[in-house]
């Protein structure tokens, strides 16, 4: 049986974790798997142009495989290199398409290739009716247990002797777990995960 430790839900300080972490769990398997639910995105960019004409189409990428689908229409949307504000009328897997241009007191600018755009709210009219629905699903998730030993000893006359400071063996024991909290932060499934 396998314990799971986590310290999700800890603080690094630097020195170490703290603050409350999440139950522990017991795997039989070193895979282990759980469900995780993600925001819906506010950000994408643009892949290729489009001019100042109302009704324009720009392709988006940045926000998965199908980029488009993190837009509602009614969306408002902000351009972040022009500060143009723009409202969405239809959505597609790989495009949206920009039906209200200079929404606001903002002027119509052309928009380039990697333009940034942020969903910044959403335009209801009075009494309007619920909008479109756009949610994401949970997902299985899953990843591996990692184990990291190091050794640490002294001998048993350095274990017995006086020493000036403190004794080697427990200052030995606090340099390998400070060792063993920077290997699980730099290792390479913690940056995967």
Known sequence: MLTVLTNVGKVWDGKGYKGMSLLKASTGNPEFKWFEKFYGGKYCKVSGTYTTATDQTPTVVGAGSSSGYIFTAGDIVLNSRTGERMVVG????????????????????????????????????????????????????????????????????????????????????????????LDKTLSPVSVMA
């Open 90 to 181: 239809t959505v597609a897997a790989t495009t949206i398409q920009l039906h209200v241009r200079s929404y606001g007191s903002t002027a119509a600018a052309a928009g380039l290739d990697g333009d940034g755009l942020y969903i910044i709210g959403n335009v209801n009219e009075e009494n309007s009716g619920a909008r479109n629905l756009n949610s994401t699903r949970s997902a299985e998730e899953s990843n591996y247990t990692q184990i990291f030993k190091k050794t640490i000893g002294v001998s048993g006359t350095e274990k017995e002797a006086t020493l000036y400071g403190p004794k080697d063996l427990p200052l030995e024991r606090a340099i390998a777990a400070t060792e063993h909290a």
